[in-house]
């Protein structure tokens, strides 16, 4: 009874929630820090089934988890899950499948941690990193609106002119009948009058650019409006919900975002899987992350290009390995010196100048990939020829 009394109000010190269930899921034990957490007693727990009664534990109690612990013996992730007013909480859960000797029961010991504070404030450093780049961007996607508007304004002027035109060469005609009303005497005098000024007007060219002009101001708003798009789903926040996505689209929009940043030192090619499947995801940080590897991969090309005044390529592929949808980015830029690929990952780890590069966009895009998704994040690179970034997302 002493030894259990001092287990018990050890458990009880942890900050952490400590659960234990029985090989059935079976609550065997909950401490103190769970029944604070989630705001459930311990006798409204005790002996309950993790898998058929508690709702707020069903987001990791699913199947799949436990037959994962039949081998691997313990399973670590993040769940979203509900306490007993109703409110969500996120945590980190770590589950160890326990055997006593000799015995080939399991039971299982769980530890939990509210992380609802730390992903709180990890979120408002991605807004905020998401606004400093596109603030970065900024002066770079005025341009690329304004060429197509420019476009545009030009194309306007030009029907604008052309219309004036087309209502002289109306009103000749209309003031001709009305001067000659029931009369087509002077009809040959009407056709060479107006010969004469389709000619000095240029009808024929201005007529046979009108359609074209239309064209051009439908194809300038098109890119307007591509680039707006691009920017709202950008700016748009997922509120950490995920949804079916197609990764393809978003490159694509990753790409009309950051043109300004390659489009000078680099030609841009899309080797996209034509059957992609949509992924399961937060699209907002999926997108930060395409943008902070392309414009990582711009940088690393204007880099060399200093030196080597040629252009270089970035090349996006996706395809399907496996459970996972794949995305690599390759650069043909600097490269990274080999005793720094162990820090690109660090948090605020640069080698660019101040005000062009603040050490956050690898880390922040590993945590969004690997924490928030499951997934996996890695980088290849040959100094001097250039570098491979690899994202998986799970499907
Ligand atoms: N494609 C790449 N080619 C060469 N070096 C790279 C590449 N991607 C990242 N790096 C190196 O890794 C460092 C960290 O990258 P990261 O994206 O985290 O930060 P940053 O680009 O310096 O700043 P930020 O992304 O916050 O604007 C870069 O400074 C650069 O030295
Ligand atoms: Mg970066």
Redesign the pocket.
Known sequence: MLQEFIYRSTLDLSPNSVVILDSAGKILYVNKKFTETTLFKYNEVHHKNVKDNLPYMCEFADNSVWELLINERQWHGQAKNIKKNGKYYWESVSIYAQSEENSYNNFYVIFKEDISEKIKIENQRTIS?KMESIG?LAAGIAHEINSPLQFVNDSIYFLDISFTDMIEYIKTIEEYFKSNAGSIENYVELNNSLQALKDNLDLEFVLSEVPEAFVRISNGLGRVNKIITAMKRFTHSSQNEKSMVDINQEIEMATILTKNEWKYVAEMKLNLAEELPMIFCRVDEINQVLI??I???S??IADKKEMTETDGTITIATSIEGNDCKITIS?T????LPE?MDR??DPF????DPG????????LSHDIIVNKHGGQIY?E?DFGHG?T?TVKIPK
């Open positions: 990193k970065h902070n590897l414009v990582n991969a940088h690393a650069d830029g600097k490269g990274i720094n690109v990952f780890f640069t080698t660019k062009k590069g603040t050490g956050q966009g690898l880390s980088i690179s570098t970034v």
